[in-house]
């Protein structure tokens, strides 16, 4: 059972449920270390304070608010003050409303977490859950997360729920851009009929990260001696007509056998044969 990152209570009307929040996602992406380039030590970052130079521990250091420009203007805000700030609405997830996911851009989502039920909230968790599900809604809701107030969106899945913290709207940025181009009736046909040959199921289990994998081989290969080579994607791109590249990629999908693409084992035991062999 993963590690819960916050326990709370979902309340809407005079329903209580205690829950707990996990993590859904994690990060795969392959870690490095920073090295000196003149003799490959350890690059360390150490806290140091300003006046004395000297090194501090995670127990001196204390929150401050910067509130005017001079050097010594700072107010100084403890934990304690965090919890004054909290109501006990905060201390919940409160559901404000119900309302279709449809209505939610994907530009507003920001992380994911399980939620699952603590002791004695199994019945009305799967209420709620059920509920959502036939009435095809989401619960939007408010919480407070760590030092943070917490828009959020309560969600039905297969087997349980998941909480999406949510952006505010002020925080989201306006498109640097707005495109309007004229289309000709022939372009728009050609890349709806693109569109069509290339529909398929997602499904999440076929797809890996392939840059990763390729990044494992060379740094397997630099362990052992071996030659690092470019990689190639053994396509070339030098048509220029949008049109005839429309007209060229449906040909191309026409043409293509229906396989599934390679899972990560298969690519890394295709690597690991092939350095046996040299």
């Known amino acids: 059972m993963p590690r819960v990152t916050h326990k709370g209570a979902i309340t809407f009307g005079l329903v209580h449920i205690p829950v707990g929040l996990y993590n859904a996602v ?18 360390e970052y150490k806290k140091v304070c300003s006046a004395s130079k000297k090194e501090v521990t995670t127990k ?3 929150k401050a608010f910067k509130y005017a420009d001079t050097e010594d203007d700072y107010v ?11 109501t006990d609405i905060d ?11 449809s209505q939610i851009s994907p530009i507003f989502f920001d992380q994911s977490y399980h939620i699952a039920p603590e002791k004695g909230g199994d019945k009305a968790f799967s209420l709620l859950r059920q509920a959502m599900i036939d009435e095809e809604k989401i619960a ?25 913290t949510l952006y505010y ?29 290339m529909v398929e199921d997602f499904n999440p289990e076929i ?7 390729r990044l494992k081989e060379i740094i397997e290969n630099k362990i052992q001696g071996l030659e690092v080579v470019n990689a190639s994607s053994g396509t070339k791109n030098n048509i220029i007509d949008l049109m005839e590249a429309l007209e060229e990629s449906v040909k ?27």
């Open 26 to 43: 994690q990060d795969n992406d392959i870690k490095f270390n920073q090295l000196c380039k003149s003799d490959n030590s350890r690059i």
């Open 60 to 62: 001196e250091i204390v």
């Open 76 to 86: 100084i805000i403890t934990d304690d003050d965090f919890e004054k700030a909290k």
């Open 91 to 101: 201390r919940n997830i409160n559901i404000l409303h119900f309302a279709p996911l």
């Open 140 to 164: 939007v809701a408010k919480t407070v997360i760590g030092n943070s107030g917490k828009l959020l969106i309560i969600m039905p899945t297969n087997d349980g729920m998941l909480i999406e």
């Open 169 to 197: 709207a002020d925080e989201i940025r306006d498109m640097p851009k707005i495109v309007k181009s004229d289309i000709k009736d022939a372009e728009l046909t050609m890349a709806k009929q693109l569109i069509k040959s």
């Open 207 to 213: 797809y890996f990260d392939e840059y990763q994998s």
């Open 252 to 278: 191309a999908e026409k043409g293509k056998k229906t396989k599934k693409p390679k899972k990560e084992k298969d690519v890394v035991k295709k690597s690991n044969s092939k350095r046996v062999s040299s």
